[in-house]
């Protein structure tokens, strides 16, 4: 082959290498196009029948359902470090244990510290909190 030809050929082959091989510790996970359930909030079962999602539609998107309320907003990845950034949210009114629910989730994901998907769970750790929240898969 040409010297030449190689040489640029080089840093497309190295990349394709790259694309192929799976992420290390501390790589990003894969989010964008994932639909999460969440199981448990921080050491806390999920209220069963009571609905909270986690969905990460295009890369810095996130939306959900809440418990009683439909979210969306912003989120920022480094590695395996996540920020959310502030929600907008419907105002349904919710009462009871679905809306302490929420206001636990949507106080959770504020303080989020690190994601990454384990065992085929997502796993958010958060500020404060000795469990992560736990999601399983909504959709493959």
């Known amino acids: 082959m040409n010297p030449i ?22 790589a990003a996970p894969a989010l964008v196009g994932t639909e999460w359930r969440l199981e448990d909030l921080g050491g806390s079962r999920a209220i069963d029948g009571v609905q909270a999602t986690l969905a990460f539609p295009e890369a810095g998107r996130v939306a959900g359902f809440s418990s009683c309320n439909r979210f969306f907003g912003t989120y920022t990845l480094v590695q395996e470090r996540i920020a959310f950034g502030q929600m907008g949210m419907t105002r349904m009114a919710c009462m009871g244990p679905a809306g302490d629910q929420e206001t636990r989730y949507m106080a959770a994901l504020q303080k989020a510290q690190t994601v990454r998907i384990e065992g085929g769970a997502l796993l958010i750790a958060v500020e404060g ?12």
């Open 129 to 140: 909190q000795a469990q992560p929240l736990r999601f399983a898969r909504s959709k493959p």
């Open 5 to 26: 030809r190689f040489a640029l050929a080089l840093p497309l082959l190295a990349g394709l290498v790259a694309c192929a091989m799976p992420p290390g510790p501390g």
